[in-house]
């Protein structure tokens, strides 16, 4: 497609329970960055991914929290045993790498109750 | 401290004002800058990279002093559709090659 592409765009779960938070970069970009936004706050770094390197999870704030990279491109995001400060937008971006600047998808909006 | 930070505002501005917003950062070692615009509950878009020689962009002039680690976006002849919150972004630097953003600063221009 020709942005990133997010699913759900919402997503209200219950606390306890695990979501699943999908993202699809724009062909050809080899950098895959996940971050939130909570609400009236800046964005937050979890996890990048270049290429078929290692992904630098330094930003993951707990073990709950997992991402994969299927083949290079979509990437899950994964919250386990959701609780209600997850509740936040989740935001995926893509990139060329090299430290250029990202296009973002639309976010997903979590909320956990 | 926090690496990237920028005053919250907000600036209310009436149309066709000049507006600046400043931004500075911690780490020494950051190569890419940038200001993206993030409209009310949308994701934040690319406005413009920052280029150490300053760089325009019509109404747009970023500027990087690297010396003193700070960067500015300046926005001339104000118009009510430039409303948004402005976003400093910096790259950590070293092999890092995430981003970091400031918290924004938020513009509204009025009629």
């Known amino acids: 497609g020709a942005g990133v592409s997010q699913s759900p765009s919402n997503k209200v779960t219950e606390k306890g329970k695990d979501v699943e938070l999908r993202c699809d970069p724009i062909?050809?970009?080899?950098?895959l960055y996940w971050y939130r936004q909570s609400l009236g706050q800046g964005l937050e770094f979890l996890i990048y991914?270049?290429?078929?390197?290692?992904?630098?999870k330094s930003g993951l704030p707990s073990d709950r929290f997992s991402a994969e990279r299927t083949g290079g491109s979509v990437s899950t995001l994964t919250i386990q045993r959701t609780q209600q400060e997850d509740s936040a937008v989740y935001l995926c971006?893509?990139?060329?790498?090299?430290?250029?600047?990202?296009?973002f998808g639309s976010g997903t909006r979590l909320t956990v109750v | 401290r926090k690496e990237v930070e920028q005053d919250p505002g907000p600036f209310n501005v009436p149309e066709g004002a000049t507006v600046a917003f400043n931004c500075t950062y911690s780490?020494?070692?950051?190569?890419?800058f940038f200001w993206y615009r993030q409209d009310c509950r949308k994701e934040p878009k690319l406005l413009m990279s920052?280029?150490?020689s300053g760089n325009e962009d019509g109404r747009f002039t970023a500027q990087l002093n690297r010396a003193s680690q700070y960067i500015s976006l300046l926005i001339r002849d104000s118009k009510l559709s430039d409303s948004a919150t402005y976003l400093c972004?910096?790259?950590?630097?070293?092999?890092?090659?995430?981003?970091?953003f400031g918290s924004g600063t938020q513009l509204t221009v009025l009629p």
């Open positions: 972004v910096v790259n950590r630097g070293g092999s890092a090659r995430q981003l970091t």
């Open positions: 971006a893509s990139s060329l790498g090299g430290g250029q600047g990202y296009t």
């Open positions: 062909s050809g970009h080899t950098a």
């Open positions: 780490n020494s070692a950051s190569q890419s």
């Open positions: 991914f270049q290429g078929n390197s290692a992904p630098d």
């Open positions: 920052v280029y150490s």
